[in-house]
């Protein structure tokens, strides 16, 4: 069957090139989906792990109140640092990230009520940051709590909604693959069914007719995942030194290549889809 | 002759009556392609172990369709055929290539495969019976030499003539050693003098104890030899004689006896 299959291809080389080509090419849109979905999530993760929160103080808060609720802070397991930020620094540092024009430079620190800024430990669950904020709400010396949870669920269903259209654009992709496979074998089929006849005649049953051409199809179909693979590691090593620091800075995550399971569910997708694909192509052609 | 492989299924018995009965049995066989107009009606034939028959008739009459129903190509609409014993149309469809392990086939247009060698022309049928390398090498070889193209296996079958590509279909028919050979119009493409030539080898095959249907609508094909006619026209077997003056007496007039 072996010796068949490798004859098959060897025969039909100049058509399987071309097929395990615009299948990789295929194949390099599920990978790029995945890829993005992947992404996608990894920031997902990172933002619902991670969190802050800004304490803002009362105009004239007691020095005391503020160091009682500095202690409470610190003592909370889920609270990784606290930071206190006067109404200098505040605007000292609102100047510095907003690029703002002259005239809102000249605006008192007064405008800017001191803060505690405090960094919440990863893998923290919303609701417990949620119950931190009550309490910490009851202080006399706060003002107000920012937990930046809606700007964050507001972002978390911007990635989710990404995440979802990656996820349909990769099945819809996969259905393309499914039927370039097909096609492809068909064609193959279709130009050996001479062969087939003649071996249907001789007394061949169905599985030794198709078992070569399952093969082809298997070997096409894994073929094409792994330059697929191959390609989209190319392209991501070129692109991601160019944009792992803006990442790093914008989301607070690097970006990250397919996981080795992914990449063998990939191969092994292609694999099973070019079989599936040959031996549906075959059926018309075993009744002689 | 030795015929090492299953009858019709994997680990099928041989039956020791069969030796003494007809080898194929066509009874009251109908076929039907338009409803109203049957391919052929009725037919009763009986061919003996290692008899030669001619099939004839004008093209159109059924000549490839009986031989197709034998290789189950098609099924027939009404009564039996019996290959060695066997109702042909009772097989199920995962019989049917164990069935056609036991003939040969040869076609008018030689079905071979031109960008194989003349070697894997002859080994795919060994090849489906899963035999080994070295006995297919032995036996391909055999059988080459035996169609008169020895030495010839690694040439492409595409760069030989229309005889010897006929003759590789031969080669490909006997390499087996099947029980029955049928031929469907195999001279149909090949000038008078090769036809003859390609009889010729099927008359040194039949020799050797194996039987041959061979269907041809050559007349001077037919009038050359002494073997026996069964003749079809639409759709019937109108005639079947033993022997070149049967023939002749049957399309003289006299002694004509119809037997479908």
């Given at each position: 069957m072996m010796a068949r299959a490798r004859r098959g291809l060897r025969e039909e080389l100049r058509l399987y090139l071309v097929a395990v080509t615009s299948l990789s090419v295929a194949f390099l849109c599920v990978g790029g989906a995945l890829l993005a979905t992947t992404n996608l999530s990894a920031v997902a993760e990172r933002w619902g792990e991670s969190g802050r929160m800004s304490i803002y103080l009362r105009d004239g808060a007691r020095a005391e109140d503020v160091a009682q609720l500095r202690m409470v802070l610190e003592g909370l397991p889920e609270v990784g640092s606290v930071e206190s930020l006067s109404s200098e620094d505040a605007r000292g540092l609102f100047l510095e990230h907003s690029e703002v024009s002259s005239d809102l430079a000249s605006l008192p620190a007064e405008v800017f009520p001191p803060s505690l800024e405090v960094a919440i430990a990863e893998g923290t669950p919303i609701q417990r940051v949620d119950a931190i904020s009550d309490r910490v709400g009851?202080?006399?010396?706060?003002?107000d709590v920012e937990t930046y949870r809606s700007f964050f669920d507001r972002l978390g269903s911007l990635v989710s909604a990404g995440t979802n259209l990656a996820l349909v654009l990769g099945l819809l992709v996969a259905l393309c693959v499914f039927a370039v496979i097909g096609n492809t074998i068909r064609l193959a089929v279709a130009r050996r069914r001479s062969e087939i006849e003649v071996m249907k005649l001789c007394g061949a049953t169905d599985n030794f007719v198709r078992g070569p051409f399952v093969l082809e199809g298997t070997f096409q179909g894994a073929m094409s995942a792994v330059l697929a693979v191959l390609a989209l590691g190319v392209l991501f090593s070129t692109v991601r030194s160019s944009i792992d620091a803006s990442l790093a800075e914008l989301m607070g995550t690097r970006a990250v290549f397919l996981d080795a399971w992914m990449l063998v569910a990939l191969i092994a997708a292609g694999a099973i889809a070019g079989a599936a694909g040959s031996a549906l192509s075959l059926r018309r052609y075993l009744t002689v | 002759m030795v015929r090492p492989f299953a009858f019709f299924r994997a680990g099928a018995r041989a039956d020791s009556?069969?030796?003494?009965?007809?080898i194929l049995v066509f009874d009251g066989v109908f076929k039907y392609f338009r409803e109203d107009q049957p391919t052929l009606k009725d037919v009763y034939l009986e061919v003996e172990r290692g008899e030669f028959a001619f099939i004839t008739?004008?093209?159109?009459?059924?000549k490839s369709t009986l031989l197709q129903l034998v290789y189950r190509k098609h099924t027939v609409d009404q009564g039996r055929i019996l290959f060695c014993g066997r109702d042909i149309a009772r097989l199920t469809d995962k019989s049917i290539p164990f069935l056609r392990r036991n003939l040969g086939i040869v076609f008018q247009d030689f079905k071979v495969i031109p960008h194989w060698t003349v070697f894997e022309n002859v080994a795919i049928a060994l090849e489906i019976l899963a035999m080994p390398r070295r006995l297919v090498r032995s036996r391909v070889a055999e059988a080459l030499e035996r169609v008169g193209l020895a030495g010839r296996g690694q040439e492409r079958t595409e760069s030989l003539s229309g005889g010897e590509q006929q003759r590789v279909a031969v080669a490909r028919a006997i390499v087996t050693e099947p029980a029955l050979i049928l031929a469907d119009e195999?001279?149909?493409?090949?000038?008078p003098h090769l036809a003859i030539d390609i009889l010729t080898l099927f008359e040194e095959i039949n020799d050797t104890g194996t039987t041959v249907l061979f269907a041809t609508h050559d007349h001077s094909l037919i009038a050359s030899r002494d073997h026996r006619i069964v003749s079809i026209d639409e759709g019937r077997v109108i005639e079947a004689r033993t022997g070149l003056r049967s023939w002749h007496g049957a399309v003289g007039g006299p002694g004509v006896a119809a037997v479908g």
């Open positions: 009851r202080f006399r010396a706060v003002s | 009556r069969a030796a003494q009965r007809p008739g004008p093209s159109g009459a059924g195999p001279t149909g493409n090949l000038d």
